[in-house]
C-alpha cells in the first residue's frame, strides 16, 4: 500500500489539499496517508518551517502531496526560518531535482485567459524547471563595502552534471510530446547559461528525434504572450522557470488552475499547485481547488503507476469546467467545496 504525505501548509493550502483528498477518496485506490505541518503553520507550532518530524515522513512516503507555504506574520523572521525554506528544503534534501508544470488551456476557459481567445486556445506545453540549483541555492549574503555601501550576492552557477540530467529529462519528455525541446538561457550575458546551452547541445546528440531550439530568457516571456503555441517543451534553470511557469499560468487562464510534479530520478516525487498560499483570500471558501485535485492526478500518474485514476480525475476536471464550474478566479461565484463537489459529481 503507497504511504503518501499530506502537507497541506499556509494560507489556502489545507482548503485545496481538502478537495484533492476527496477526490482521491472517490477512488478508492489502495493508498494510506499521513498529514505533517509545514510552513509558518510548522514554525508556529514546531519552531521550524520543516521540522525533522516532517522531512522524516516525507523521506519514507512513496509520493507527497503539498498544498502551499508562506505566511506574512514570518516576513521579517530570519531567511531560513522563513516557511518558502520548507518546500526549497524538501526540493533539496529529497533530491526531487525536476519541475514539470504542464499549461494547457482548459475548454470553456478562453475569456479567463489573459490572452485573446484564439491565441490562448493554442496553449499546449510543458515547462521543465530545474529544481536544485541555480541562484536559488548558491552562495548568498550582504556584506558591506569599503564606501560603506551595504551589497547583498546570491551566485549563480550550474555544473554540467546537473545540466545534463534536467536536460535529459526536457528531451525525455518532448520525446513524448510533440518532439520539440526549447531550452530557455541567457548565454548572451551569462556564462552559467553558456555552459547550460553547450551541454544540452551535447545531450541532443542521444535524442536525434527531438528537434532542440535555444531561446533567451527575455524573449521566451515574450513569445509566451506573442504565440504560445510555438512551444511544445520548454526546458530552463531554476530561476527562469519560476518566471515563466507564473506567466505560463496566466496565459492558460488562471494560476489557480495548475499543477506540479517535482521528481528525484527514481519516481518519487512531490506534487503541489503551481500557485502559493494567497493569504488575502485563506479561510474563505473562495480558493480554486483545480490545480490541487491536478497535482494528486499527477501524482497517480507519476510516482504510483496509476495513470488510469490519472486520466480519470483529469477527464472529470475538464468535463466540470466545461459544463460552466467556476470559483471567483474564473468568473465565477463557486466556493472552493462547490468546485470540488462539481468535480466529484462527474467522477
Ligand atoms: C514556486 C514558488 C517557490 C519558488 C517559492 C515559494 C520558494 O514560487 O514553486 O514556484 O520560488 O520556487
Ligand atoms: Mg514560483
Known amino acids: 500500500m503507497a504511504l503518501i504525505a499530506l502537507l497541506p501548509g499556509d494560507g489556502i493550502g489545507p482548503e485545496v489539499i481538502t478537495q484533492a483528498r476527496r477526490v482521491l477518496d472517490a477512488l478508492d485506490l489502495d493508498l494510506t496517508y499521513e498529514e505533517v ?31 502551499a507555504v508562506g505566511d506574512p506574520t514570518c516576513d521579517n523572521l530570519e531567511r531560513s526560518l522563513r516557511p518558502e525554506q520548507a518546500i526549497l528544503g524538501l526540493r533539496k534534501h529529497l533530491g ?39 541562484v536559488y541555492f548558491g552562495e548568498k549574503g550582504r556584506r558591506v563595502r569599503p564606501d560603506g555601501a551595504r551589497e547583498g550576492y546570491d551566485i549563480m552557477s550550474y555544473d554540467e552534471h546537473e545540466v545534463r540530467r534536467i536536460a535529459r529529462v526536457g528531451f525525455e519528455t518532448a520525446r513524448k510530446r510533440r518532439g520539440q525541446l526549447c531550452s530557455v538561457d541567457k548565454a548572451n550575458v551569462l556564462e552559467t547559461s553558456q555552459l547550460w546551452r553547450d551541454v544540452v547541445i551535447e545531450v541532443a546528440a542521444d535524442y536525434p ?55 528525484d530520478d527514481a519516481g518519487k516525487g512531490l506534487y503541489e499547485p503551481i500557485h502559493g498560499s494567497a493569504p488575502d483570500i485563506a479561510g474563505q471558501g473562495k480558493a480554486n481547488p483545480c490545480a490541487a485535485i491536478l497535482s494528486a492526478a499527477l501524482m497517480l500518474r507519476h510516482s ?44
Open 209 to 263: 528525434d527531438v528537434t532542440l531550439s535555444h531561446m533567451y530568457v527575455d524573449n521566451a516571456a515574450m513569445q509566451l504572450v506573442r504565440n504560445p503555441g510555438q512551444f511544445d517543451v520548454i526546458v530552463t534553470g531554476n530561476l527562469f522557470g519560476d518566471i515563466l511557469s507564473d506567466q505560463a499560468s496566466m496565459c492558460a487562464g488562471s494560476i489557480g488552475m495548475l499543477p506540479s510534479a517535482s521528481l
Open 37 to 67: 505541518p509545514v510552513g509558518g503553520v510548522a514554525y508556529h507550532t514546531l519552531g521550524h518551517p520543516l521540522p525533522e518530524s516532517t522531512l522524516d515522513v516525507a523521506r519514507r512516503a512513496d509520493a507527497l502531496l503539498f498544498g
Open 96 to 134: 526531487l531535482f525536476s519541475n514539470l508544470r504542464p499549461a494547457t488551456l482548459f475548454e470553456g476557459l478562453e475569456d479567463a485567459s489573459a490572452l485573446k481567445p484564439e491565441v490562448a486556445r493554442q496553449i499546449d506545453l510543458v515547462i521543465v524547471r530545474e529544481l536544485n540549483g541555480d
Open 304 to 347: 504510483l503507476g496509476q495513470a488510469a485514476a490519472a486520466d480519470r480525475i483529469e477527464a472529470a476536471v475538464a468535463r466540470a469546467i466545461r459544463d460552466g464550474a467556476r470559483t471567483a478566479d474564473l468568473g465565477g461565484t463557486m466556493t472552493t467545496s462547490a468546485m470540488g463537489d462539481a468535480v466529484l459529481g462527474v467522477l
